[in-house]
């Protein structure tokens, strides 16, 4: 997390310097009498911009280990690739000048990235059923997140799995998104 302040503090500092420079001194003379300075202002922002928000949104990802990695990273890829979110930060940035704005951003590109893995999250959903009380209603949970599904929405709980049944679904042979982003890639 500490890396996540570090960039962000960095960037309000670059973010506050740029606004600083657009405010006093005219865009003709910045491209031209300052040009280099300003040029390596700019790319200094892109660079720690870019660290900042794959850091808040990729940070402690969750990935399926029972998975091909590059599978997956195809999946987040993909899912980068199709967003807007990376073309508003970059109007954002220059529009408005607010890193607290841009993690906001960052953290609904994250969204969309969980949203991309689920399917591959979602294979480790089971039935958990109490080989202690057979008659007791089996709970659905997923093994990853160790988060049960209660009342429509998943609750952070970790269960103890000793004598406990566990009922996976029937894994149909459908193709995994990122098994076709990987064929794709190979042609």
Request: aromatic share 6%.
């Amino acid at each position: 997390m500490t890396d996540i302040y570090e960039r962000g503090s960095s960037l309000q500092k670059l973010l506050s310097t740029l606004k600083l420079n657009r405010e006093r001194v005219p865009l003709e003379t910045l491209k031209s009498v300052y040009r280099i300075p300003y040029e390596e202002l700019k790319a200094q922002i892109r660079e720690i911009v870019q660290e900042f928000v794959l850091l808040v949104a990729c940070h402690h990802l969750l990935i399926n280990p029972n998975f091909s990695l590059d599978e997956q990273t195809a999946v987040v890829q993909a899912a980068i690739d199709r967003s807007r979110i990376p073309k508003e930060i970059g109007k954002s940035l220059t529009r408005d000048y607010d890193v607290s704005k841009i993690h906001r951003m960052a953290l609904k590109l994250r969204e969309e990235i969980e949203a991309a893995l689920w399917p591959y999250i979602d294979r480790e959903t089971c039935l958990v059923a109490d080989l202690a009380d057979i008659e007791k209603t089996p709970v659905i949970y997923n093994t990853l997140t160790r988060q049960i599904y209660q009342d429509g929405g998943w609750i952070d709980q970790p269960l103890d799995l000793r004598g406990t049944l566990l009922i996976y679904r029937k894994q149909e042979d459908a193709v995994l998104p990122g098994a076709a982003l990987l064929q794709k890639g190979e042609q």
